[in-house]
Nanobody
Framework: QVQLVESGGGLVQAGGSLRLSCAASGRALRGSVMGWFRQAPGKEREFVAV????????ELTDSVKGRFTISRNNAKNSISLQMNSLKPEDTAVYYC???????????????????WGQGTQVTVSS
C-alpha cells in the first residue's frame, strides 16, 4: 500500500506561481512513474505531468509546457510540480498519483493509476 499526501495548493493571482509537493509513504516506489493530474469543476480528471523513476524522463500536457516543471526526489519519496505563469484555466484540484508499472505512456491515463492522493486545491484569480 502507498499513501500519497499533497501540499502547496492555494489561491494566487494570474501570472503568479505555486509549488505543489507530494510525499509518498508505504511500499517502495522503485521503478514507478509518478505524476500530477487535475480536475476542474464539472470536468473529467486530466493528465498534467509524469516523471520516470530516475527522474530523467518527463512528459507534460501541451497546455502547461513552458510554465510547469515536474521533479522527483527518490531519497525523500517525493515529487514536486513548480507552476509558473498561472492562468485562471489552471484552477482545479490537483492530484498526485503513482503507476507502479513504470510505463510512461500508460501513466498518462488517469484510470491506470495505482494510488492517488487526496488532492490539493489550486485557484487562480483573474
Amino acid at each position: 500500500q502507498v499513501q500519497l499526501v499533497e501540499s502547496g495548493g492555494g489561491l494566487v493571482q494570474a501570472g503568479g506561481s505555486l509549488r505543489l509537493s507530494c510525499a509518498a509513504s508505504g511500499r517502495a516506489l522503485r521503478g514507478s512513474v509518478m505524476g500530477w493530474f487535475r480536475q476542474a469543476p464539472g470536468k473529467e480528471r486530466e493528465f498534467v505531468a509524469v516523471i520516470s523513476w530516475d527522474g530523467g524522463t518527463m512528459e507534460l500536457t501541451d497546455s502547461v509546457k513552458g510554465r510547469f516543471t515536474i521533479s522527483r526526489n527518490n531519497a525523500k519519496n517525493s515529487i514536486s510540480l513548480q507552476m509558473n505563469s498561472l492562468k485562471p484555466e489552471d484552477t482545479a484540484v490537483y492530484y498526485c498519483a503513482v503507476d507502479q508499472t513504470g510505463a510512461m505512456m500508460r501513466a498518462r491515463v488517469p484510470g491506470n493509476a495505482d494510488y492517488w492522493g487526496q488532492g490539493t486545491q489550486v485557484t487562480v484569480s483573474s
